[in-house]
């Protein structure tokens, strides 16, 4: 804004002033909708996109769900391949496959907050009605489950300038990614694998779709073979898969708000060098308690 200032008093008054104002406004706007639809820019609160990179490490995620057609083939394959995710579900989706929300927690993934209707309309309101959308998803979650997830991905990953009281009035952790399928753009599921894949780092959090909430469906077979080219392509370059929560917490420091510590179970997972794909056999391996995470 100072640099504006400057930039206006050197500009004479008359039609000159005007296109530099009408210019400036334009760019301020453009910077606005950047700052609230990119999140790794950080511009409206920090996001949490990448884990502690001296691992070879990577944590999957699915948005969007869920769905009776895809969550439990998604599920399945998740259990062969002995991975666990964490899956941001939709409140109002979630109210209406309750099982399915159950399902996936009792397979030890986490379940996250993608807002309660998936709508954007909260972008452009108050602290408080952004506490109310994530708030109604956060209850629909403790009816079925009995706690509250303690991870939200934002629709598209927007943000804006109330978001970060929000989620933290709700002890919601932001979480974003540092690569994504792109899974509307690309279509096919070899592609937007290789997509992935070449694209993966140490720490990488992973974004894949089960559908688009509201505006299209994929078959399920297009997000089961995207979801095993994923895993089998970064297992062939050396990446192992751990749960988000366990990706963050690695002692070599967590881009994590204040306030905000490891649950009990994961700490003694860690401890015992448990972290990542820890299942024995055919099951995954419960955690003592779930009470107080997701
Ligand atoms: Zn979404």
Redesign the pocket.
């Given at each position: 804004m100072t640099a504006c200032g400057l930039i206006l008093a050197l500009v004479d008054a008359g039609p000159c002033r005007t296109w530099v104002l009408t210019g400036l406004a334009g760019f301020y706007i453009v910077l606005l909708a950047v700052g609230a639809l990119a999140p790794r820019l950080n511009f409206y609160m920090r996001a949490v996109c990448r884990g502690p990179v001296d691992q070879p490490w990577v944590a999957l995620t699915f948005?969007?769900g869920p769905d009776p057609a895809i969550t439990p083939l998604l599920l399945e394959l998740l259990r062969r391949e002995r991975i666990r995710a964490v899956f941001?579900y939709v409140g109002e989706a979630a109210r209406q496959y309750p099982a399915l929300v159950a399902k996936t927690a009792a397979d030890d993934h986490l379940i996250g907050n993608?807002s309660n209707r998936?709508g954007y309309g909260w972008a452009f309101s108050s602290t408080q009605r952004i506490v109310v959308e994530f708030e109604a998803a956060n209850r629909a979650f403790t009816q079925i489950l009995g706690y509250a997830p303690r991870f939200a991905r934002t629709?598209?990953g927007a943000s804006c300038p109330g978001l970060a009281k929000a989620l933290e009035r709700l002890r919601l952790g932001y979480i974003a990614w540092d690569v994504r399928g792109l899974e509307g753009l690309y279509r096919d599921p070899a592609r937007i694998a290789a997509r992935i894949v070449r694209r993966a780092r140490n720490g990488s959090i992973i974004l894949l779709?089960e559908l688009?909430?509201g505006v299209s469906r994929f078959e399920s077979h297009q997000v089961l073979e995207t979801a095993q080219l994923t895993i089998d392509g970064l297992r062939a370059r050396g990446f192992r898969f751990v749960r988000l929560d366990q990706l963050l917490e690695q002692p070599e420091g967590t881009p994590w708000p204040d306030g905000w510590e490891p649950s009990p179970e994961t700490g003694a997972l860690l401890a015992e060098g448990g972290a990542g794909e820890s299942m024995t056999g055919d099951r995954i391996v419960p955690a003592a308690s779930r009470a107080g995470r997701a």
């Open positions: 948005d969007d941001f993608h998936h629709p598209v779709h688009y909430y």
